[in-house]
């Protein structure tokens, strides 16, 4: 993140205070950034009522003028609250509030800045870093995907789609557990809320992991399209847990960005879904998803084939052939589980399967030369 004069007096300026609300002490950024959003700030500080540490997640003053980023900060909040009970997420701790800090201006003259702030559990790290690091086995790799799956579900049974779904929104858990973060751009599509899905002329979320329907806004004629999106960016996901690379580099190039634009925008909306159906066959046949054994990496070589099916029948660039049945997913997963697991045995099997071949064949080969020898014999 580059230098930000500004952020980097928000957070001296919330780290000196005592405390906030009277019950959060020990006020500390989390990493040297306080976090790596743009428009929030996130310190560690200990519950003076519970004696936990937790997460604070402080909104950018300066900030506050930009509304939809205000909502969206309003809305992880809300979210998780409502989430509340839900394994695999992000657990709420605290009501939404917010402090006001006076300070002075370059003139002298004092002015109030308002911190709208909440409180949720503190994470160790998150599945970027992970990625970055190292530090997983592919048999790890498996079961934090499996969580992140169920994470997914979980907010979609709810009649939520989270829209920003990334490596780096799951977070791990000092226990081990894998929860999914930062709600912001999610939406509520089960009608109990406007679905205000598109603020700007580009999808929402991170483009590297974002779906080819949701970058042509397919969605905002179509609110429920988000769900496959949010499969997509799980496959995506998996991917880069396995090889290490980012799938979105690897496809959505500059000719990608150009061929969408050529196709979508002159095209009316009763018209995009269609056009965009005949666009997406094309992109198919010229942007084919890599294969992770491209890439040099340690997934097994008993499973290699298994991951990739599983991650390319999740990531089809085509909605409508996007494998978005999760119990047929988790299925995949157990079975690349079960295979790697039983690697030793699947290894010894295939040598007793080999060797079985070739005696067969070696007794095939003998008893054909005994009948040749014997038809030459009888001949003579």
């Known amino acids: 993140m580059p230098p930000d004069p500004a952020r980097d007096g928000f957070l001296r300026l919330i780290e000196a205070k005592p405390d906030i609300g009277g019950r959060y002490v020990g006020l500390k950024r989390v990493g040297t950034n306080g ?31 930009e509304t939809y980023r ?35 201006s370059n003139t ?21 870093e992970i990625i970055r690091s190292g530090q997983w086995k592919p048999e790890r790799k498996l079961v934090a995907f499996r969580s992140m799956c169920k994470a997914v579900q979980r907010i979609h049974r709810r009649g939520i789609v989270h829209r920003d779904i990334k490596p780096s929104n799951f977070l791990l858990m000092s226990d081990g557990d894998v929860k999914l973060s930062d709600f912001g751009t999610a939406r509520k599509i089960d ?24 970058h042509a806004l397919l969605h905002d004629d179509d609110p ?3 769900r496959q999106g949010d499969i997509f960016a799980l496959g995506a996901t998996l991917f880069e847990l396995f090889s290490g690379v980012i799938l979105g580099v690897q496809i959505f190039d500059a000719s990608f960005a150009a061929d969408l634009a050529r196709a979508m925008g002159a095209v009316q909306k009763r018209d995009r879904r269609r056009v965009y ?9 010229g ?15 008993c499973i290699r084939g298994l991951v990739d099916n599983l991650y390319k029948s999740i990531s089809t660039l085509d909605y409508q052939k996007r494998l978005c049945d999760f119990e047929t997913i988790f299925l995949k997963i157990d079975q690349c589980l079960l295979v790697l697991r039983n690697e ?37």
Not at 192 to 202: F, K, Q
Not at 277 to 285: E, I, P, Y
Not at 287 to 301: E, R
């Open 35 to 65: 976090g790596e959003g743009h428009f929030s700030l996130v310190f560690s500080a200990t519950d003076r009522q519970t004696g936990r540490t937790v997460a604070i997640k402080v909104f950018r003053p300066d900030r506050l003028i």
């Open 70 to 104: 205000f909502q969206c900060f309003c809305r992880e909040a809300i979210l998780l609250e409502q989430l509340v009970g839900n394994a695999n997420i992000l657990e709420w701790l605290g009501a939404r509030d917010e402090f006001v800090e006076r300070v002075q």
């Open 108 to 128: 002298g003259i004092p002015f109030d800045l308002r911190f709208p702030y909440y409180v949720v559990e503190l994470a160790a790290t998150d599945a970027a």
């Open 191 to 214: 009608g109990t809320e406007s679905a205000i899905l598109a603020n700007y002329p580009a999808a929402p979320g991170d483009s590297r992991y974002t779906s080819p329907e949701m």
């Open 224 to 226: 429920t399209l988000a």
């Open 277 to 285: 159906l005949q666009f997406v066959q094309s992109l198919d046949a």
């Open 287 to 301: 942007h084919p998803l890599p294969s992770i054994s491209a890439y040099v990496n340690d997934t097994p070589a």
């Open 344 to 380: 030793e045995k699947v290894r010894r099997w295939k040598q007793q399967k080999e060797q079985y071949r070739l005696n067969h064949a070696s007794k095939f080969a003998r008893r054909e030369s005994k009948r040749i020898v014997n038809r030459l014999g009888a001949s003579q």
